[in-house]
């Protein structure tokens, strides 16, 4: 069985996909099978976080330097607006929030 991907390394970055639960995600396999095919070395991984915890979860995440961004699923997508430094133009309106990049510092 040969990798979908290049070996994941100290120089991968990573999405998370924060949803509760996780298990019906199919948005990971989708966009890491295009990173591999386009030889992007990142990764994307759904990771159960619940409601209560979403805040702390991005808080962390904040702080680690190879965590590109994060997509959200229900029940996310309202708070996970409220967490973000800035928000683009087509985002203000709703109040949601699907995608968040963390962006070089």
Known sequence: MQPSHAPISGRTRFYGAFADPVEHLQ???VVNARLAQRGVDAVVVPLHVTAEHLAATVAGMRHLRNFAGYGVSIPHKTMAARL??????FQAPSTCC???SRLPT
Do not use: Q, T, W
């Open 27 to 29: 948005a990971p396999a």
């Open 84 to 89: 973000c430094d800035e928000l683009l133009p």
């Open 98 to 100: 699907k995608m968040s």
